[in-house]
């Protein structure tokens, strides 16, 4: 869609003059913008600077201190999400709220407004999720799904109610590169028939290819806004952290010794709609990082249980630390055996939300000296808590502040930080920058590096295949609970990658050949 | 239409407030209440809350009563952080009574010094005994504690009644059913001269400030409340939830065999059917209106305790029905629970969506 279409329509959204403060920040100080009917919107910005919250005001989660809201040229205050989406306005959070426990139909159910008999329902959902490309079955339980396919449920969710207004926060975080098209096929659909989008995300190739206008929000001010197709990444970032982007750098080393070791692996998942862990053979060693590539979905959440001890192996030695066989020990066993992680769930299992930054600390941290016969030493506590804020530049009041009260990107920082600062020699991170600004991610990838220069051996999962490529020494994929060799990323392609995450890597081959492989690499390197 | 919303932030202020607005309800409701009986409400007051502790001996006896309450609302309130729901508290105190009152049996007469320590000692056991099966049982298969503690305080009182009416009987008592009565040096002596209360406050503040410091300073205590606030937090870090469960039960089963045993041996003298009119189901009120903190958890008792008494003097003094101590406490509990509703939600108008004014522009906005 080109511009002059929807210039000379009246706009469907004005915001003027948006402002909104809290107890220790401000996060909207005198926004305004406008939207189209069809245009696509984006909202571009870092973490914490003030994107969220401007659209919760939208959807009338928050109320606004100051400014007013102008909907089809009429001044609407609006005080509730219900009231939101009788106007037409659907959101797609960047934390899903659905409850777990119920199936897709039901927890699409909760949220109209309109009663529709189950089958009727469910038929709906199969046929509009189809249409847009994003295919779900209805009778399936929340807990059981990816977070991917979660999202796939919010966004149905929205599109069912026909949206005049579609508000999408983040929602090509957790989607593969064919995925991400999909969306944004979903997306131009969409506006084509005039529903106008405002597009949150910090990804500013993404942006460029999809929105016609892009406001940029930094530190809560609006500092300035573009036609993304004229402009470059360069630009924009600018525009969005007021400087310039810094690259990572991956000097060549010789990985050491072993750190961690996985050998034949295989574990039925309890859950009936989780993947069975197959054969699973890897070893990370001293100063390198293991990537590794995959939809989520194919074995991601159950590997990284089956790692960090919150699921026991049947056998010990299936899983070596150091060494030491660690299968059948907890996590916090593990830790004592020099192990972090960071998980893909940052609120509630991460940190606990409603307790400080500080108190988040002592969740990984006892065994570092805030414990002491038991006791809790809070100045060693709120000391080491300080510390990671300042070093991982975490936006946030102090150490008091409670985890909930952060933005997804800060939250991330800080777990990150923590368990880097805990000394670890061998760590392991799933989804590092899911959700994360660039100036974020960034800071968090050189963290990673860092480490491995200090000989820490790292395992990353992730969706993000560049992100992948730039930081990982060797790559391979989980795709359907089955591991694929690993690569360095010089040898492969993205296309190749693609590939394996089809689950295309040569079955019996697969059997024996990571480990193999990864040996000859490490005596060639 | 009235609907509930979520607030976007509750507030912090209003949790503590809470209480005071259940107990201020609870009093407006009582007044109405005494109204409608025909009762002079303020002579009514002034006999539920204010003529029972209008004496030395009257808040001796409220002490005496708040023992107990305080000793179960203690322990439970330490599980329920932790997401462990022990309701049996009850029970508990009854096993506690039966183990400790059995050590006193056994020691007959005799003035032995070490008959209290370990009468104390088996009350304390026994009610950890009897919470551990609660605590095995969720361990082991994974069984609703809830449900467990609730029927096990059945069969605590059916034990009880079992041997007050057959092997503990007191030869000489008549044939009512209850065992000899406690000899001194098994018997709590009174901590204030002319009233009845004993050791056990003493025992049961220690106990509060205790569970203070373990909840606010070790180790111990933020692993239970991160298991009650974000279990999936707990496994992440590593923190045992069968740990967890054990040491929650076991600390409230220890609480409330203290309670027990300091009944029997405090105000009752011996092991008789009834031993307890129900502390340990008004300790989970107790626990709530506390705030499930140790410090407020006192407070609760004092006011749960108050009831208790202010429900026997307007039997006495107005001819007001038995039932009139657990309508309040019911009332409480109630007004506690929809006050606390409040902090999380408030109410909404709605409009009907035929009364809104936008509505027009809607099909111009489709066309376009």
Known sequence: MDQPEFEDLKPRLVLTGITKRYPSVVANDDVSLSVRPGEIHAVLGENGAGKSTLMKIIYGVTKPDAGTILWNGQYEAITAPAQARRL???????????FETLTVWENIALALDEHIPTVQLAARITEVSEKYGLPIDPYRLVHSMSVGERQRVEIVRCLLQEPKLLIMDEPTSVLTPQAVLILFKTLRRLASEGCSILYISHKLDEIRALCDTATVLRGGRVSGSAIPRNETNESLARLMIGGELAECHLAPRVPQEVRLEVDHLSLASPDPFGTTLKDICLEVRSGEILGIAGVSGNGQKELMATLSGERLSPDGSMIKLMGQPVGTLNPAKRRAHGLTFVPEERLGRGAVPPMSLAYNALLTGARYGMV?????????????????????????????????????????????????????????????????????????????????????????????????????????????????????????????????????????????????????????? | MLRLERRPTPSTVMSYVSPLIAAACMLVTGFLLFSALGKDPVEAFYLFFVKPVSTSYGIGELLLKTTPLLLCGVGLALGFRANVWNIGAEGQLTMGAIAGGGVALWFGDSDSSLAMPLMLLAGILGGMAWAAIPAFLRTRFNTNEILVTLMLVYISQLVLSWLVHGPWRDPEGQNYPQSQGFGDAETMAALISGTRVTWGIVYALGLALVAWIFSQKTFAGFRMQVAGLAPAAAAYAGFSERR??????????????????????????????????????????????????????????????????????????????????????????????????????????VETAAAKPAAPAAPAEAAA
């Open chain 1, 88 to 98: 037409g306005i659907g959101m797609v959070f960047q934390h899903f709220s659905l």
């Open chain 1, 372 to 525: 002491q016969q038991g006791l809790i030493l809070p100045g060693v506590m709120r000391t080491f808590s300080k510390s990671v804020i300042d070093r991982f530049r975490v936006k946030c009041g102090n150490e008091q502040s409670v985890a909930s009260s952060l933005s997804g990107g800060n939250l991330q920082k800080y777990i990150v930080g923590r368990e880097t600062m805990l000394q670890p020699k061998m760590m392991i991170v799933a989804q590092p920058t899911w959700g994360v600004d660039v100036g974020a991610a960034q800071l968090i990838r050189q963290a990673l590096i860092d480490l491995r220069d200090q000989r820490v051996g790292l395992l990353v999962i992730s969706e993000e295949l560049d992100e992948l490529f730039s930081i990982s020494d060797r790559i391979a994929v989980l795709a359907g609970g089955r591991l694929s060799p690993s690569v360095r990323p010089a040898e492969t392609s993205i296309e190749q990658i693609g590939t394996w995450m089809s689950g295309k890597f040569g079955d019996g081959a697969s059997d024996a050949r990571p480990v193999a492989a990864s040996r000859k690499e490490a005596v060639n390197a």
């Open chain 2, 244 to 349: 967890n469960i054990w040491i929650a039960l076991l600390l409230c089963g220890a609480a409330a065999g203290l309670a027990g045993i300091c009944e029997v041996a405090g105000p009752i003298g011996r092991l008789q059917q009834q031993i307890s009119p129900g502390y340990g189901f008004a300790a989970i009120i107790v626990a709530w209106i506390g705030r499930l903190h140790p410090i407020g958890v006192i407070f609760g008792a004092l006011l749960m305790s108050l009831l208790y008494l202010g429900g026997e003097s307007a039997q006495m003094g107005m001819g007001l029905p038995s039932a009139i101590t657990g309508l309040f406490q019911g009332l409480l509990l109630f007004y506690l629970l929809a006050a606390d509703l409040f902090i999380n939600f408030r109410l909404k108008r």
